[in-house]
Every structure is written in C-alpha cells, then in structure tokens.
C-alpha cells in the first residue's frame, strides 16, 4: 500500500452547453459530475436569448470531475448603429447600410438641392441604433421637380406672373 491519501478525481468530457437554456445546461453538467457557473451575458447572432451562446471550456475537453464549468447567456442579437450615408450616392449608400447589417429601402423624391441618384435623407436618423436586420429607408434624390411652363405670349405682365407663381416659378 502506497497511500491511504483519497483516489484520484476521474476524469469527465465537458458536454456541449450551446443553445440549451440555463436550467438545461445544470441539469446537464449535474449529470457529468460537474458544477455550473453562469458567466456575464452577451450578445449573440447565432443562439436566441436565454440559451447558453458559449462556455469557458470547449466540448469535448476532458476535466477533472468536480470541475466548474463557466457558461454565457445570450441576450438576443448585438445593436447596430445606422451609418451616416446622407449625401452618398444610391448604390454607396445601399451597400453600406447592408454592410452593417441592416436593410436598405429606397423611396425617392425631388430635390432642387440634392443631385439626382443621391440620398437626401436616411430614416430612422443617422446615429440611431437598431437591431440587426432592422429596414432603414433611404430618400433618393429623382432630380428637380420639372414642371410644364405654359405659354403667357400675349398675356399682360400681372396675368403672367400670377400664372407663373401660382406654378412655383419666379
């Protein structure tokens, strides 16, 4: 007899916690010998909120029973910030708003002051945070409105200046 000194703690494969709830994943390390610890939560594109979106140690990593295994809460998916595109060209401003993982609408409008194909405006508002795959919608500018200016040959000065005001003309 070498040692009257307790045996030697076996051995366990961490189970694989993802996108179980936080009951699940105790019940779960209970079973395998192990002790659970709920860590900060975070955000997470690939679990719903509530499941277990990582853990400290991998599945599949062998640890000493009685071990504490370290697991994260998700809290849904991060927020992204609406990206300032105004003056950006249309397919600039397309491209950007997808980058950042949201969904571009496009609407369009007549600017005297924004060159046509051009953003006007951008709502919600640059700046806003949204969660991912929100629709931000993106005001393009068609260009001056045109209007048809009837012909006021013959017309007394104040007959055609009414006409002509009455269309927005100066």
């Known amino acids: 007899k070498l040692s009257d000194g307790a045996p030697p703690a076996a051995e366990v494969e ?5 996108g179980k709830t936080q009951e699940e994943a105790e019940a779960l390390l ?18 719903e909120e509530g499941e277990v979106s990582s853990q400290d140690q991998e599945p599949g990593t062998m640890v000493t029973e ?12 991060g927020q992204v910030v609406v ?7 249309e397919s600039s401003a ?14 369009y409008a007549t600017s005297s002051t924004v060159d046509e194909g051009y953003v006007i405006s951008v709502s919600p ?3 806003t945070a949204l969660d991912k795959g929100s629709t931000v919608t993106i ?11 009837p012909s006021v040959i013959g017309w007394t000065y104040n007959e055609a200046l009414k006409e002509l005001s009455a269309l927005g003309l100066n």
């Open 66 to 77: 009685g071990s504490t295994i370290t697991f994260h809460i998700s809290s849904g998916e």
């Open 14 to 18: 961490v189970p694989d916690l993802r």
């Open 83 to 89: 990206p300032d595109v105004q003056s950006d060209s």
């Open 125 to 127: 508002g640059v700046g």
């Open 30 to 47: 209970e079973q395998y010998g192990l002790l659970a610890r709920r860590g900060d939560d975070e955000e997470s594109d690939e679990y």
């Open 94 to 107: 397309r491209t950007r708003i997808e980058d950042a993982g949201l969904v571009a609408s496009v609407q």
């Open 139 to 149: 005001t393009v500018s068609s260009g001056p409105e045109t209007v048809t200016v």
